[in-house]
């Protein structure tokens, strides 16, 4: 089945740097790559995602990466703000499965002021 | 609230009890799926449904698990037998047709 790899497990950043958090996976009939954010106490959110026909994904502060040859996408946020910290999960899924994610371990962010 | 609900939001139980969980999807969402998340853990798939029909069962949903979502709309989760193992949270999700998927709040199952 679907492997997920999510680095690092731990970041922590100054207010206004950029943070970059990178996945990679092992299918490569994976077609759908959503990125979600838990806030602690709370219920995954869906942030931005990309589906495989794409290779880049912008929503203002938040981007998003694929590499189909490589099977690597990454999250990218700049302009952090303390609000930002959480963890975040990467994920992949296939048609075949429904589109049942496959999710990474996840990468705790800290953003200090 | 129009987002996905699930009842209850915590539930502790003596090991070997059974426990039902419920979760009601977005309105009209036809895909709704069930995870389950452990401490410093992604969530992981159990099971998923397309209207009614239960079409994927992952290798972690043991015998002693049982879904069902018999109108097409809300679903149950149970667990017989509860084993410490199962304590986690467990989490829903629905989505329309194909991709993006909504997640509940989540059950936080413990088991003493």
């Known amino acids: 089945g679907e492997n997920v790899e999510q680095h690092p497990s731990t970041l922590s950043v100054q207010e206004g740097d950029s943070a970059v958090i990178k996945c990679t996976y092992s299918d490569s009939a994976s077609n759908y790559f959503p990125w979600y954010k838990q806030e602690l106490g709370k219920r995954p959110q869906l942030i931005i995602d990309?589906?495989?026909?794409?290779g880049e994904k912008k929503d203002q502060r938040i981007a998003v990466t694929l590499n189909k040859t490589a099977k690597h996408f990454s999250l990218h946020i700049t302009e952090t703000q303390p609000e930002d910290s959480a963890v975040y999960f990467c994920a992949a899924s296939t048609v075949n499965s429904g589109y049942a994610l496959n999710f990474g371990k996840g990468t705790s962010l800290l953003v200090t002021p | 609230d129009t987002g996905v609900s699930q009842d209850p939001r915590h539930k502790i139980t003596k090991r070997g009890q059974n426990v039902t969980f419920r979760c009601d999807p977005i309105s009209e969402h036809n895909r709704l799926y069930w995870y389950r998340q452990t401490l410093g853990q992604g969530p992981e798939f159990l099971t998923y449904f397309q209207n009614e029909a239960q079409l994927e069962k992952s290798r972690l949903l043991s015998d002693r698990f049982s879904a069902e979502r018999p109108k097409g709309s809300f679903s149950t989760l149970e667990i017989q037998r509860t084993e410490q193992g199962d304590s986690a949270m467990y989490l829903c999700?629905?989505?329309?047709?194909?991709?993006?998927?909504?997640f509940g709040p989540g059950t936080r199952l413990t088991v003493t």
């Open positions: 999700a629905s989505s329309l047709a194909t991709y993006e998927q909504y």
């Open positions: 990309i589906r495989s026909n794409v």
